[in-house]
């Protein structure tokens, strides 16, 4: 793997151009930044500034437009599609702002389903139990999502980017939703799970509290990775 000795995912020069009608938006605009294995990175930065593309981009849900981003020895550019939805049922755990959960099934089979469609035979009870009892649903598991509340159903959707054991959780405003006590809970789940589980996390937040939890702060702005002290978000807080 090229670049830096020991570098997990690399980033080099990403570039991506949205085209909305006429007009050109460049969402990234040159981003190269690395991360090693293990590393919780937090990627802050206004609404606009291009961490929902980089988020994209990194777990291999779209393409680049120019550059390159090699995730544990893959390099996304050169796989095929079908290469790339492998990739990331193996490697990669997701948690979205919003919870994407299946109404009709109750949270056991909601975390339980991502066992099945990443083809995962390592059905371990006791990483189950675990997962769900560090995240306050063991007498919550027999709920449908319509059941159970917001905080709930983003602990679900923790619990089901948790179980298959990903190499990497990429979490993107997974806070955004959620009062301070939810907040905490799933904040601390993801750093057990970097620190106890050797995961590596990259979390999209424009909260400078949650942001805290990461080990590094990565802060964008009009895509494009800049110092702390040119966010002005930031030096507000």
Excluded: C
């Amino acid at each position: 793997m090229s670049g830096m000795a020991g570098a997990f995912i690399e980033a080099k020069d990403l570039r991506k151009t949205y085209h909305v009608g006429k007009i050109e938006v460049e969402a990234l605009r040159g981003i190269s930044f690395s991360v090693q294995k293990g590393e919780f990175v937090s990627v802050v930065g206004p609404s606009g500034s291009g961490k929902s593309t980089l988020f994209y981009l990194l777990g291999g849900l779209t393409r680049a437009d120019g550059g390159s981003v090699v995730l544990d020895s893959d390099d996304l550019a050169t796989l095929t599609d079908a290469a790339r939805t492998r990739m990331r049922k193996r490697k990669i755990g997701f948690v979205f702002q919003k919870f994407n959960l299946l109404p009709t099934l109750d949270a056991r089979s909601n975390i339980t389903i991502a066992q099945e469609i990443s083809g995962n035979g390592d059905r371990d009870p006791a990483h189950f139990n675990r997962i769900t009892d560090l995240l306050g649903l063991t007498k919550r598991l027999g709920h449908r999502p319509s059941e159970l509340s917001g905080g709930e159903q983003q602990r679900v959707a923790l619990a089901r980017a948790l179980i298959n054991k990903p190499a990497v959780v990429l979490a993107d405003e997974p806070t955004g939703n959620l009062d301070s006590k939810n907040s905490d809970i799933v904040l601390s789940m993801l750093r057990r799970s970097n620190q106890e589980l050797g995961q590596t996390v990259l979390m999209i937040t424009h909260n400078p509290e949650a942001a805290k939890y990461g080990d590094r702060i990565i802060h964008m702005r009009d895509g494009q990775i800049v110092r702390p002290e040119d966010d002005p978000q930031w030096v507000a807080h």
